[in-house]
C-alpha cells in the first residue's frame, strides 16, 4: 500500500501507525486497541500538523484500522480540515460491528483457522499484562475467564468490555461501529468493500447516496465488487487473456488520493 500510494497516488511520504502492542513493544498500560480507539491517531495527526503545517493529510486503512479511520473523522467532523486532513481511501471496513462479528466467529474456517489463531495470539497478550499485575484493579476482569474464551466475541466479554468501560461486548460494538459516524466525515473518501468478504455481512454496507444524504454533503464514494474477500484484491484479469496482474486494491486506493490530491491543487490554482 505504501509504495502504490507514493508511485500510483503521487504521495510525498507515508507515516505507518501501529496500533498498541503490534510494534514489538509491551504496553506499560492495561489494552492495547480496539474497533473504535482513536485518540492515538487523533493524537498523532495533532503532531503532524504542528511538525508539517502545510502538509496535506491523506488517511488510510483496513479491516479494524479502516473503522478507526472513519470514525475518527466523523468524530472530528469540520475540524478535520484544522489537521490538513484531504481525504482517506479504505477497504474492508466493518460498518456495522455487532453485525458483522458473527461472522468472524462463524463456523468453518473463520473460526477454526482465522480466530482461533488470532485468539491464541490475544489470550497471550493479556496473560502476559496480567503477569505484570496492569489487570489489579479493573472491574469484572477475571483471567480464568479469558482462559476459557473459545472466539473472540468471548474475549470481547472478557477483556474489551471490562478494561475500555463497555457493559460488554454488544455494548462495545454499538458504541465503536464506523456507521453513525459516516454522516459527520467532512472530507471525502472512499471505501472498497467485497460482497464476499468472509468477515462481514454485507447487508450492513450503506450505499454512498443515503450518507451523503444525511451529511447534506458529496463525501463518501464507494466501490463494492462481487469479489475480493477480506484484504483481498490482490491480482486482476488483463482483459486480454494473459498472465493475472499485481494488486490492483492498492492502486485503486492510490487513484482515488490522486485525484483528490489534484483537484484540490486545481482549485487553489485557480483561485
Not at 127 to 135: I, N, T, V, Y
Amino acid at each position: 500500500m505504501a509504495d502504490d500510494f507514493i508511485r500510483v497516488g503521487g504521495v510525498d511520504e507515508v507515516h505507518t501507525i501501529c496500533f498498541r502492542g503490534c510494534s514489538g513493544s509491551p504496553n506499560k498500560t492495561p489494552g492495547a486497541y480496539h474497533l473504535g480507539f482513536t485518540a492515538d491517531l487523533k493524537h498523532y495527526l495533532s503532531l503532524l500538523s504542528s511538525s508539517t503545517p502545510n502538509a496535506r493529510v491523506f488517511l488510510s486503512g483496513f479491516s479494524l484500522g479502516a473503522n478507526v479511520v472513519l470514525k475518527c473523522l466523523g468524530e472530528l467532523g469540520d475540524s478535520a480540515s484544522s489537521l490538513n486532513i484531504a481525504g482517506a481511501a479504505l477497504t474492508c471496513v466493518p460498518y456495522d460491528c455487532e453485525v458483522c462479528q458473527p461472522a468472524v466467529d462463524g463456523a468453518g474456517f473463520n473460526r477454526k483457522v482465522y480466530s482461533r489463531n488470532f485468539l491464541k495470539t490475544l489470550i497471550k497478550k493479556t496473560a502476559e499484562q496480567h503477569s505484570r499485575g496492569l489487570m489489579d484493579g479493573i472491574e469484572n476482569f477475571d483471567m480464568d475467564s479469558v482462559t476459557r474464551c473459545k472466539t473472540i466475541g468471548d474475549f470481547d466479554n472478557a477483556v474489551v468490555a471490562p478494561i475500555y468501560g463497555f457493559s460488554d461486548k454488544l455494548d462495545y460494538y454499538r458504541r465503536t461501529s464506523c456507521l453513525p459516524y459516516l454522516k459527520d466525515i467532512r472530507a471525502p473518501f472512499y471505501v472498497v468493500n467485497a460482497m464476499d468478504d468472509p468477515f462481514f455481512d454485507n447487508s450492513c454496507y450503506p450505499s454512498a447516496s443515503s450518507i451523503n444524504e444525511l451529511s447534506g454533503g458529496d463525501y463518501m464514494r464507494v466501490n463494492y465488487p462481487e469479489f475480493g474477500g477480506h484484504c483481498g484484491f490482490m491480482y486482476h484479469d488483463d482483459g486480454e487473456g494473459g498472465e493475472l496482474r499485481d494488486d490492483w486494491m492498492t492502486k485503486e486506493l492510490a487513484r482515488f488520493v490522486k485525484a483528490v490530491d489534484t483537484s484540490l491543487s486545481s482549485s487553489s490554482t485557480s483561485s
